[in-house]
Antibody, heavy 117, light 113 residues
Framework: EVHLVESGGGLVQPGGSLRLSCAASGFTFSSYSMNWVRQAPGKGLEWVSYISSSSSTIYYADSVKGRFTISRDNAKSSLYLQMNTLRAEDTAVYYC??????????WGQGTLVTVSS | DIVMTQTPLSSPVTLGQPASISCRSSQSLVHSDGNTYLSWLQQRPGQPPRLLIYKISNRFSGVPDRFSGSGAGTDFTLKISRVEAEDVGVYYCMQGTQFPPYTFGQGTKLEIK
């Protein structure tokens, strides 16, 4: 059974940093692209970042480009999101999601990031 | 970016009755490989999103057959043949044809009358 478990969220001041992690199990992690998708409180879904299975291709949403860095460790079946220079508008639940057939077939439970002074 | 527009944004339905949600894309979702990458996701209250339907009409593993998807080009529909209490939540359409980014509709809230 596929499992994705996010961690690393919390309360951070504007301008601060956080590193999110996503631990994957139940599938061959190295064979799949992975994504971060976020959801602000009471709002819809927003794609944040993509990384290919081998890390050779990486994309970011314009809203986070230059501030966030996605990475993965296939040996540890883990996905990461380094978030710097955080802003209030980055407040959201952050989900890791597996990419397959041009959709997101499995999602984690999410981790809440709150940016506030 | 492709804009996805859902209607209605809220849908009160009676248990046991059908429900329908529409989704329109700002441009055709037919990919150069011939596939149309339109998905539907369900988000129950307090839960993460869950994939229901991919490539217009293919039900994902474990999805009940009361859920069905249809459409082509720029217009798509999710139908629930008989709504059950566990179907309450927000439904999103999502396009995977043009990337980056994959884009989502605003969401349609399904609630019981």
């Amino acid at each position: 059974e596929v499992h994705l478990v996010e961690s690393g969220g919390g309360l951070v001041q504007p301008g601060g940093s956080l590193r999110l992690s996503c631990a994957a199990s139940g599938f061959t992690f190295s064979s799949y692209s992975m994504n971060w998708v976020r959801q602000a409180p009471g709002k819809g879904l927003e794609w944040v970042s993509y990384i290919s299975s081998s890390s050779s291709t990486i994309y970011y949403a314009d809203s986070v480009k230059g501030r966030f860095t996605i990475s993965r460790d296939n040996a540890k079946s883990s996905l990461y999101l380094q978030m710097n220079t955080l802003r209030a508008e980055d407040t959201a639940v952050y989900y890791c999601a597996r990419g397959s057939a041009r959709t997101y077939d499995y999602w984690g439970q999410g981790t809440l990031v709150t940016v506030s002074s | 970016d492709i804009v996805m527009t859902q209607t209605p944004l809220s849908s009160p339905v009676t248990l046991g009755q059908p429900a329908s949600i529409s989704c329109r894309s700002s441009q055709s979702l037919v990919h150069s490989d011939g596939n149309t990458y339109l998905s539907w996701l369900q988000q129950r209250p307090g839960q993460p999103p869950r994939l229901l339907i991919y490539k217009i009409s293919n039900r994902f593993s474990g999805v009940p057959d009361r859920f069905s998807g249809s459409g082509a080009g720029t217009d798509f529909t999710l139908k629930i043949s008989r709504v059950e209490a566990e179907d309450v939540g927000v439904y999103y359409c999502m396009q995977g044809t043009q990337f980056p980014p994959y884009t989502f509709g605003q969401g349609t809230k399904l609630e019981i009358k």
